[in-house]
Structure formats: structure tokens, C-alpha cells
């Protein structure tokens, strides 16, 4: 009789990995990280920054659901802002430019203080089954690791091919390896492999950038933080900079631009159309004279730079060339060139909501494999990938987040329900349900989750009702506090006209800035003097409530059809009435309810009201 | 979404019956019935001419007498049965070809209703069609507008939906308002781009254009229904007027009853006629008077609803009252306010002066008797002619006949109207994103589905997006 090893095999230590890894750890699973480098645990291979616009949410939820992303970001940050913050807080999102050494550490170290995981360093190369079932794995030196569940996490390695001008090297990142068994091994199994492609800028010495010509722009005080977990930093705040190029970028990019391999033929996969390489800026949208980049820190410790918007695959002395017209980087030195690597993934229409792929049981996907690109998106993924494979080994129903409850739920189900055409990446517009799903109520929206999962410790659970509490007197409090016709102008010599008015009156209007209005709360508000964060809840609460009452008649729409699930043995070819392009589009995607079939794209509602009848009538006999 | 109930029909125990054929005269009427027990309920009122063919087999007709429980015989019939796998709406199925006329149609119909068969609701055949996947839903809408089209009109506007004139023009409402809504999602997904969205002034004329088109396609809603649910006209006044006489006369049979008694008739009567290509539909309505016992209050109040909801009012005074000029300028102040027609009946009755010839050109009353006929082809081409004069412009196609398409354009309309408010005071984008979310949603549910991914890709090809 052979025993598992372990219970879960994680292919691949990058932020999936790692997120399900720990998660599986907290529910009390063995699991073995595969990966090729143990030092390397969650790197960041691009831009050293976590959050920013709709990835932030994630994060958040993350956090909320006892991941470590947040408290990683959070220790290693050296710059922490709150962008949109003019706009609405639905979409107020917190980003962190991190020191990429510390963030990677600080991994390493939480990961092996955890319990039940081991690192195991190598290369898989081939995932065992038995009975359409994984067994185990084949590593590329030999070795047999038999487990009951599988997750795999090998971002752009798959088959990866780094281009540098007419240079190609097999590597999913510069100067590591790449792995192309893995691929094969799944193309046996019968998976549909596609090929992405992404790229990075070139790296700068700082030290030879000419700040002065750029603009600066400094932290956000106070510091907006992404774990509720977090009680102290590490660093001190570090500007970051914004420059333009010129003229003459533009002429020497343009020059040169048969020489970038997008443009000669030589790399054919597809990119991210919210993340272009600066000659397809110039190519593209031919008309802007300039384009903006800026320039972040890499580091606490390092003078190295990141000019964030140049990424490119042109040739290296092309790339010195034009970087070098840039505002502030005459003089500059590149330590490390920019490039493009393209890669193998898994279109994720193979894989269910819960992750698992459809072919094989026990086999589970998450991040760059299925076509996103972020460490935030693959973040997200690993954790639910990890609760899950828990969740199958103790045979319970799987954990998926609906389109209402959070961004991963949006994220995984736009994945499952539509064809990836380009590296997926989270935006504020693709939640529907925007206004309920914020960054101040991620906890909210998860807290039962992570309870019921055993995510998180009791005290920090306890910790949170807590404040739930207190955001609810808080909304009473301010139903009942006037304000003084004197309050509203030291708010703003503009409401000199109006007459005194409830707090929560004056939360509803339009124009009042909650940020702005936060002095004016505290002075309110004594007892809630040091939990900014309680009355920053409450107001949002207030300003939102009608609105999100409107949403919620879409809300309630969206979940009957959310719950009529459909049955894993269900056939559709069985459907009479449906046209072909129907049947052959619902089994691609094998939906798993009635509402996840009804956004495949290219179903109409006509489509999803045929299968609501037959699955009716399949229920009615089963 | 087709409705539970619908969906439970199909599956269900109901048998629904319904005539399909057009309403008002013609030589054969065809009445369907659909549903588990359509051949049990025939059957009990069916008595073959010749006692072999009693059975029914699948798609051969039967010959026989349709007759009531009773056994009184009611017409000469012909059925036909179809089992359920072969039907239009894939349940069992009876079709019964009567003799033409109202009245007959109607009691085989009242026969069947009182077996224990339901009454179809509109559309519901075809909906059973679609819900057995005898047709998809996107014809669904048009063909059940086909079938129920009436008159030469109604079949082209429902024509010009199914071939796809109209879903294409809501579908270019659509995209204008994806696009509009890609500008503002654009400043908050990507604020610190150096992208330009629209001034707000610009994006308020675009919403402002397509509002515009929406409340024009909305209104024509109006003339729509009347060229799918027929023009409606009501016959009222004073008790004892000639209303009865004169639906009687259009209708060339004696349907309502006359008496020399004010107050006769207590409800209302509808029937359906033909009238310059038109399928005209006319109530006769109780006397409105002040005062009367319970019923007739009751049929007063019906008769007011009516007219509320007539497309037409043919107001017919009693010439043969002395002050029937001062009845009638009471009567005009308090009840019609509306496109109408005003009769003079029972000129027979009176001397023509020189003062009545005054008043009744003053009041523009249509002199006519019911009795004698005089005024009446005169009175026919008057209505005709309003009756034209009501239908909508049929010349680009683009008429709304659906309440519920109408329904769903007003709820648009009144998003974009909150989106614009919003945008022009400059509040936060995130809230008249859920505006216009909204009205494309209400616009999606008219033709298909809306993505985010189109609002991302408008985003995409129009902004140079991207660090
Ligand atoms: C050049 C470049 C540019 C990028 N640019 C951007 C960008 O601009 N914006 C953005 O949002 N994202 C960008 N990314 C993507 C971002 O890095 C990834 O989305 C994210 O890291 C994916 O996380 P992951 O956990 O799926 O995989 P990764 O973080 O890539 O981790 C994969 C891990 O798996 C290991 N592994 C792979 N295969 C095997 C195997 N067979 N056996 C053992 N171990 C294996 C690898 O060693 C690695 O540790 C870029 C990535 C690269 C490489
Ligand atoms: N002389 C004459 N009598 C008419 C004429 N039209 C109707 N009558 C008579 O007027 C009486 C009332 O006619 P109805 O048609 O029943 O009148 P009504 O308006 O329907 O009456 P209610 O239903 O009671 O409101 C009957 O006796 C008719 O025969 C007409 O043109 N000339
Ligand atoms: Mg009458």
C-alpha cells in the first residue's frame, strides 16, 4: 500500500503558489511547494509595487482571507498611496511600491515558520493520473511525489521564451530556467495549450537619473495600509518620479521598430492591450507627440530604478538609445534590459469555478496559467485554488465567491466564462456590482468565509466584529449629530449658504468629500478619535446606502439564476432547440449554474432560457 | 426569461385552448387546443358523421358535429389530431375548423373553457414552441407578433422586427450609450493616464441625443399598439341614446339589446370589425348619467375605463332631447377631453331649424338616425378617416409593439436622465456609471446581453492606456 507523501503538491512558488500553500497550511493540510528556486518564493518579476486600480480589492480580500500578500506589501512598502481618491471611494485603491529583496524575504521567512509545508527544489516535469485522477508528480531529476491534489502555479515558465531584439532564450524569467516538460505532459493529458506573451522595462542607476528634471511625487499621509494585521513598517516613505519622453524617443523608436520581434514576426503571441510596450505606443496611437513614464524605486537599499511605461523588446542598443532621450535620463545607465517573454497557458475555460480542471480530478490551476497576468490576480487564485483543494480532500462542497461578494469571484469567473484573448488583468468596470464591493468592506464581505474556513485567528476575528460594531453606532451617531451652520463653513467657504443639517444628511451629499470631511468627524465623534477607520467606514456606509439599495435589485436578479446549479453529469448535446453554436459553446465551458452559462460569451438570453426549461425537466426526472 | 409559470404549463397539467384565427368575419375559424387532455376534451364534444372515423389519428381529419353537454349540436366541425412529438408547441394538439362567425367560434371556445381547458394567454402557443425548442426566443417575440398579426400593418412592423431593422437600430442605441459609459469608466480605471476623456459638456449633448432617440422609439409605442392590438373604439353617452343601436348597425347583427328603457345596457360589449384594412375593435358602454341604482354605477364606472383606454370615443347625443345642446356641453366639459367623434342621433325625430342647424355645427355633431340609416355611410367615412389619421408612420419600420419593449426603453430613458444630472454636476463617476450600467442593462434586455469586455475594448481602442 502506498501512502501520500503529501496531501497537496504546489507546482511552482511564485504568489499562487505560495498563497496556497499557506492557505492549505492554516487548514491543517500537508502540502510540498515544487519549486525551482526556494529563494525565489512569491519574486516579483516585473514591477515592484502590489495594489493599484482594482488590484487593490483583491489584495484586500486577500487579506480578509488570511493570505499574506497584504502584510507583505505592508512590511516591505517604501511608497504607499491611495489612488482615485477624488472620485468615489468604491474606487479608492491602495497601492505600495515595495522594496523587492525585502518583500521576497519577508516570504521566505513567514513561509518557513508556517506549518506543514516543505520546499522541495526541482523541476516538475510530468503530472501522474490514474483513473482521470492525479496521483502524484515526476520531477525533472526522477523523483516520485505522490499526493492527492495538485496545484499548479508555474506562471510564465511554461514553455517560456524570453526576446531581447533577435535574441531568444528559453526562460521564464531573465536568467532562470524555463520548463518544458511540464507543458508537454499536460498536452498529453489532452489540455488546450495557447501562448501569451508579456515584457518588462529596462532596469536604471539611479544615481545617473537627473531628478531634478522630473516631477516628484511623494507618499500619501497618512499612510494607507493593506492588512489590518500590520502594526508597524519597516521603512520610511520614498518619493517616486514622472518624466515624458521626447521627440526624439519617438523618432528612434519608430526608426527601429522592425527590430522589435513583435514587429518582424518573430514573437506572434498576444499582450496586454493595458500594458504596451512603448513601441507599440508609438505605433499605435501615431498621433501622441510624447508619453509619460515614471520612474520608481526598486528598493530601500538600491539605487536601481524602474521606469514604469517603457517596457520594450527592442534590441538592447536601441533600448539604451532611445532611453537616453528621455527627460532626466540623458546621462542614464541601463543595469538590466527590458524584454518580452512569451509563454504557455491553459485557456481557463478547462477549469471549473472552483479551479479545478475539468479533465482530471484533483488537478487544479491558478495564476499566469490561466491566461491573467499580476501578482495580485494570481495571488487571489492561488488562495482560492489552496482552500479548495482542501475542501475536495475533506470531500465538502467547494468555496466559489460569486460575482457579488468580491473581485476574485468576478476575476474567476470572467476566466471561466470567457475565451482569453490577452493577459487577463482586474479593473474597477469589470464588477458589476462596483459599489458593494469596496476596499473598506472586504473584510465584511469575507469575514463569515474566513470564519467558517478557519482563515484567520480567532482573536483578529473577534477583533473585526468588533469594529463592525462600532462602524454601527457610529452610522446611529451620525444620524443624530447636527452640525452648525459654522461647521459647514470651516468645512468649506462654498456651503455658506446652507442651513444646519444632520452629519448624516451632510454624508449624502454629493460634493462633500469624505476625506475631506474626516476632521469634521472626529471632532464628532471623541470616542472613535483613534479609529479613523471606523468613522471612514461609517461615512462611506452613509454616502452609498441609496445606491447600493438600487444595486441591490440587480444583485437579487443576478443570484436566483447564480443558484440554479447545473448538474455535472448534465448533457448538453442532449438539449433539443438549442442552436449548435449553443451546445457546442455551453459544452467548451461545461457551466457550472445557470448564471455562470448565461455570461459565455455569445449566449443570448434565448440560449440560457432553453437550458433553464431542460434543466428543469432534468431535475424533475432525476 | 420566459416566466415560471409558463415554464410549469409546458411541463404541467394545464390544456390551454384559444381561436387563431383573426378576430371578426371570415368563411372558417380554426380554434387550437394544446396540452395533456386536448384530445379528452374534444372527444366528449365530438360526434362523428360516420361512426368509423369517431377515432382520431395523428394528422387525419375528422368530420363530425361539435355539440354542448347537452348533446345539442353546436356546428359542423373539422379536427384534427397531432401527438405531442409532431406539434407547433410540442404538446399534444387538437385544431378545430369551425363555420366562421363570432358566435359560434366563441361557444365552442366557452364549451371547451367550461371542460376544464384554460384560456391561452397571448402568445402562449408560441411560447410552449419555444420553451419545447420548436423555435428559439430570439424569433420568439416576432413570430408571436406574426401570428398575431390581424391586418396587412401589424404583419409588416412585426416582419421588419423578425428580419432584424429594429433590433439592429436598438443595438446602435446601445453601443453610443457602451461608448459614452467607456469614457467615464476610463477616468476611474485609469486616472493617471494622460488620456483627455471627453469634456463633461460633450459626453451631456451625447447623452442628451441618445435620450432623444430613445423617447422617440418609446412614443412610437402609442401608434405601435395600435397596429398590433388593433384601434380601439368606445361608444358612449347618455342612456338611451342609440350607443346599442348603432354598435348593433356596425356590426351588421343584432349583438346588444335595444329597448325604449334608458339604463338597458349594464356592461360593456366589444366586439371586432374591419374598417378600411383595419381591425377595429368597438364597445358598446353603458349611459353615463348621474344617479342610478348599484349595477348601474358599476357600468357607468366600467364605461369610464373604457374610455379612458379607447384610442377613439364616438359620443353620441340624443337629438330628440329638447336640451340635448345643453346635455352635450355639459357632457363634453366633464367626459371628453379626447380624440373623438361626436354623433347626433335620431334626426328622424326632429325638425331641422335653422337654430339646431347653428348648434350642431357649433358642437360639430354628426347628424345620423340609426333608425332610418340617414347620416350613416357619411358617419362611416368620418371614421375611417380618424382612424387613419391615428396610425403611426409605418415608413421606417422602427415602431415599438411590445408593452414590455416600451417598458424597458422608459426605465432607460429615466437612467440616462439621472447619468446626465450627474455628470453635469460633476459627481463622482462611479455613481453614473451605475446609471448608465443600468439603462444599458434595460436596453440589453431588449436585444441581448451586455460585457464589461465591451466597455474595456472601447476603452482600449480609443486611449493609449498602459505603464
Ligand atoms: C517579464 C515579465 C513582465 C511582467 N510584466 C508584468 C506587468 O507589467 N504587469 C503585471 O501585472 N504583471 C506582469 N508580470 C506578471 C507577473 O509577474 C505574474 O503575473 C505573476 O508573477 C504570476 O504569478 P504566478 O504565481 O502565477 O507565477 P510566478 O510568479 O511567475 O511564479 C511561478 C513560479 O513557478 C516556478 N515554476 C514554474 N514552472 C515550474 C516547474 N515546472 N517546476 C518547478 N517550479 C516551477 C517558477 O520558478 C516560479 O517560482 C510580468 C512577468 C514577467 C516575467
Ligand atoms: N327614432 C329613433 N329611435 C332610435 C334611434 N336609434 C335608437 N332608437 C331607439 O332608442 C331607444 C334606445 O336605443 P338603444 O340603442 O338601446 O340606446 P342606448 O344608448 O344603448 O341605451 P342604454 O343602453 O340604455 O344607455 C330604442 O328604443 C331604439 O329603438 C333613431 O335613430 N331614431
Ligand atoms: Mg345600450
Redesign the interface.
Known amino acids: 500500500m502506498t501512502t501520500k507523501d503529501f496531501d497537496i503538491v504546489i507546482i511552482g512558488g511564485g504568489h499562487a503558489g505560495v498563497e496556497a500553500a499557506l492557505a492549505a497550511s492554516r487548514m491543517g493540510k500537508t502540502s510540498a511547494i515544487v519549486t525551482m528556486d526556494a529563494k525565489k518564493l512569491a519574486l516579483m518579476s516585473c514591477n515592484p509595487a502590489i495594489g493599484g486600480i482594482g488590484k487593490s480589492h483583491v489584495v484586500k480580500e486577500i487579506d480578509a482571507l488570511g493570505g499574506i500578500m497584504g502584510m507583505a506589501a505592508d512590511a516591505a512598502g517604501i511608497q504607499f498611496r491611495r489612488l482615485n481618491l477624488s472620485r468615489g471611494p468604491a474606487v479608492w485603491s491602495t497601492r505600495v511600491q515595495c522594496d523587492r529583496r525585502h518583500y521576497n524575504d519577508y516570504i521566505v521567512e513567514y513561509v518557513s515558520r508556517a506549518n506543514k509545508i516543505e520546499i522541495i527544489e526541482d523541476l516538475a516535469g510530468e503530472i501522474l493520473t490514474e483513473n482521470g485522477r492525479v496521483k502524484g508528480i515526476r520531477t525533472e531529476s526522477g523523483e516520485i511525489i505522490l499526493c492527492e491534489v495538485i496545484i499548479v502555479a508555474t506562471g510564465t515558465f511554461l514553455g517560456g521564451l524570453i526576446h531581447i531584439g533577435e535574441k531568444k532564450i528559453k526562460a521564464g524569467r531573465i536568467g532562470e530556467k524555463a520548463a518544458y516538460k511540464l507543458s508537454d505532459s499536460f498536452r498529453g493529458l489532452g489540455f488546450e495549450i495557447s501562448r501569451l506573451k508579456t515584457g518588462t522595462p529596462p532596469r536604471l542607476n539611479g544615481d545617473s537619473i537627473d531628478w531634478d528634471k522630473c516631477q516628484i511625487q511623494p507618499g500619501d499621509e497618512p499612510m494607507p495600509l493593506f492588512s489590518h494585521q500590520t502594526k508597524r513598517v519597516a521603512f520610511e516613505q520614498t518619493p517616486c518620479y514622472l518624466t515624458y519622453t521626447t521627440a526624439k524617443t519617438k523618432e528612434i523608436i519608430l526608426e527601429n521598430i522592425k527590430r522589435s520581434p513583435i514587429f518582424s514576426g518573430q514573437l506572434n503571441s498576444t499582450g496586454p492591450r493595458y500594458c504596451p510596450s512603448i513601441e507599440d505606443k508609438f505605433y499605435r496611437f501615431v498621433d501622441k507627440p510624447r508619453h509619460q513614464l515614471f520612474l520608481e524605486p526598486e528598493g530601500n537599499g538600491t539605487s536601481e530604478v524602474y521606469p514604469n511605461g517603457f517596457s520594450t523588446s527592442l534590441p538592447e542598443e536601441v533600448q539604451v538609445a532611445a532611453i537616453k532621450t528621455v527627460t532626466g535620463l540623458e546621462q542614464v545607465e541601463i543595469t538590466r534590459p527590458g524584454y518580452a517573454v512569451e509563454y504557455d497557458y491553459c485557456p481557463a475555460r478547462q477549469i471549473k469555478a472552483n479551479l479545478e480542471t475539468h479533465l482530471i480530478k484533483g488537478l487544479f490551476f491558478a495564476g499566469q496559467i490561466n491566461g491573467t497576468s499580476g501578482y495580485e490576480e494570481a495571488a487571489g487564485q492561488g488562495l482560492m485554488a489552496g482552500i479548495n483543494a482542501v475542501l475536495q480532500i475533506e470531500k465538502e462542497p467547494p468555496f466559489i465567491l460569486d460575482r457579488s461578494e468580491g473581485y476574485i469571484g468576478v476575476m474567476i469567473d470572467d476566466l471561466t466564462t470567457r475565451s482569453t484573448t490577452e493577459p487577463y488583468r482586474l479593473f474597477t468596470s469589470r464588477a458589476e456590482y462596483r459599489l458593494s464591493m469596496r476596499e473598506d468592506n472586504a473584510r465584511d464581505r469575507m469575514a463569515d468565509y474566513a470564519e467558517k474556513y478557519n482563515l484567520l485567528p480567532k482573536t483578529v476575528l473577534n477583533s473585526f466584529r468588533e469594529l463592525q460594531n462600532k462602524t454601527k453606532q457610529s452610522i446611529s451617531s451620525f444620524k443624530k449629530v447636527r452640525l452648525t451652520a459654522e461647521d459647514l463653513l470651516n468645512y468649506s467657504n462654498e456651503l455658506n449658504n446652507m442651513n444646519s443639517m444632520t452629519l448624516e444628511h451632510f454624508l449624502k451629499q454629493p460634493r462633500i468629500s469624505i476625506a475631506r470631511a474626516m476632521p469634521l468627524l472626529v471632532s464628532y465623534n471623541g470616542e472613535f478619535r483613534d479609529r479613523l477607520e471606523v468613522l471612514e467606514r461609517a461615512a462611506i456606509f452613509i454616502r452609498y446606502q441609496g445606491y447600493i439599495e438600487k444595486q441591490q435589485r440587480e444583485i437579487d436578479k443576478f443570484k436566483k439564476l447564480e443558484h440554479e446549479a447545473i448538474p455535472e453529469d448534465f448533457i448538453f448535446q442532449a438539449i433539443t432547440g438549442l442552436k449548435r453554436e449553443a451546445t457546442e459553446k455551453f459544452q467548451r465551458f461545461r457551466p457550472d449554474s445557470l448564471g455562470q452559462a448565461s455570461r459565455i460569451e455569445g449566449i443570448t438570453p434565448g440560449d440560457v432560457a432553453v437550458l433553464s426549461v431542460h434543466l428543469k425537466r432534468h431535475k424533475a426526472t432525476a | ?2 416566466t415560471t409559470t409558463s ?1 410549469k404549463s ?2 404541467n397539467e394545464d390544456t390551454i385552448v384559444a381561436i387563431i384565427t383573426p378576430p371578426g368575419e371570415g368563411g372558417i375559424a380554426a380554434i387550437r387546443l394544446a396540452g395533456r387532455q386536448s384530445l379528452a376534451f374534444l372527444s366528449k364534444h365530438f360526434r362523428a358523421i360516420r361512426k368509423d372515423e369517431s377515432d382520431f389519428k395523428p394528422f387525419l381529419m375528422r368530420y363530425g358535429f361539435f355539440v354542448d353537454d347537452n348533446l345539442q349540436k353546436i356546428d359542423e366541425i373539422l379536427a384534427v389530431f397531432m401527438p405531442k412529438e409532431r406539434s407547433y408547441t410540442g404538446l399534444e394538439q387538437i385544431e378545430i375548423f369551425s363555420h366562421g362567425g363570432s358566435l359560434v367560434v366563441k361557444k365552442i371556445q366557452e364549451i371547451l373553457l367550461k371542460s376544464g381547458a384554460r384560456a391561452a394567454e397571448p402568445g402562449e402557443f408560441t411560447k410552449l414552441a ?9 424569433k ?1 417575440e416576432a413570430v408571436a407578433e406574426i401570428i398575431e398579426a390581424n391586418t396587412q400593418k401589424s404583419y409588416d412592423v412585426a416582419r421588419e422586427h423578425l428580419i432584424g431593422n429594429y433590433s439592429e437600430h436598438i443595438e446602435k442605441l446601445r453601443t453610443e450609450l457602451i461608448e459614452i459609459l467607456a469614457e467615464v ?1 476610463a ?6 493616464e ?1 488620456i483627455d476623456p471627453e469634456e463633461t459638456s460633450q459626453l451631456v449633448d451625447r447623452l442628451n441625443n441618445l435620450a432623444q432617440s430613445i423617447k422617440e422609439l418609446a412614443d412610437s409605442y402609442t401608434g405601435g399598439r395600435i397596429i398590433s392590438e388593433g384601434f380601439k373604439v368606445a361608444i358612449a353617452g347618455r342612456p338611451n341614446a342609440g350607443k346599442s343601436s348603432l354598435f348593433n348597425l356596425l356590426l351588421k347583427q343584432e349583438r346588444a339589446l335595444v329597448t325604449p328603457t334608458p339604463g338597458t345596457t349594464r356592461d360593456y360589449l366589444s366586439e371586432w370589425i374591419e374598417l378600411g384594412g383595419q381591425a377595429v375593435n368597438i364597445t358598446d358602454t353603458a349611459g353615463l348619467r348621474s344617479g342610478g341604482g348599484v349595477i348601474e354605477k358599476a357600468g357607468q364606472s366600467s364605461a369610464k375605463k373604457i374610455m379612458g383606454q379607447a384610442d377613439l370615443i364616438i359620443w353620441m347625443a340624443d337629438l330628440s332631447q329638447k336640451k340635448w345642446a345643453e346635455n352635450l356641453s355639459e357632457d363634453l366639459n366633464e367626459n371628453l377631453n379626447r380624440n373623438s367623434i361626436i354623433l347626433g342621433n335620431k334626426i328622424d325625430k326632429v325638425s331641422v331649424d335653422k337654430k339646431t342647424e347653428e348648434l350642431l355645427s357649433d358642437y360639430n355633431v354628426l347628424p345620423l338616425s340609426c333608425l332610418t340609416g340617414q347620416g350613416i355611410d357619411s358617419f362611416k367615412r368620418v371614421l375611417v378617416n380618424a382612424i387613419a389619421e391615428s396610425m403611426p408612420d409605418l415608413t421606417s419600420g422602427l415602431v415599438v409593439t411590445s408593452a414590455r419593449h416600451q417598458q424597458k426603453l422608459k426605465s432607460a430613458l429615466a437612467e440616462i436622465k439621472q447619468a446626465k444630472s ?1 455628470l453635469a ?7 453614473t ?2 446609471d448608465l ?2 439603462a444599458a ?1 434595460e436596453l440589453a ?1 431588449i436585444t ?2 451586455i ?3 465591451d ?2 475594448g472601447q ?2 481602442s480609443k486611449f ?4
Open positions: 426569461m420566459m415554464q409546458s411541463i419555444f420553451l419545447s425548442g420548436r423555435i428559439d426566443l430570439s420568439a469608466e477616468s476611474i480605471d485609469f486616472p493617471e494622460e450627474k454636476e460633476n459627481q463622482s463617476p462611479e455613481l456609471a451605475l450600467r443600468l442593462s434586455e441581448g446581453r460585457y464589461n469586455e466597455i474595456l476603452i482600449f493609449c492606456i498602459g505603464k
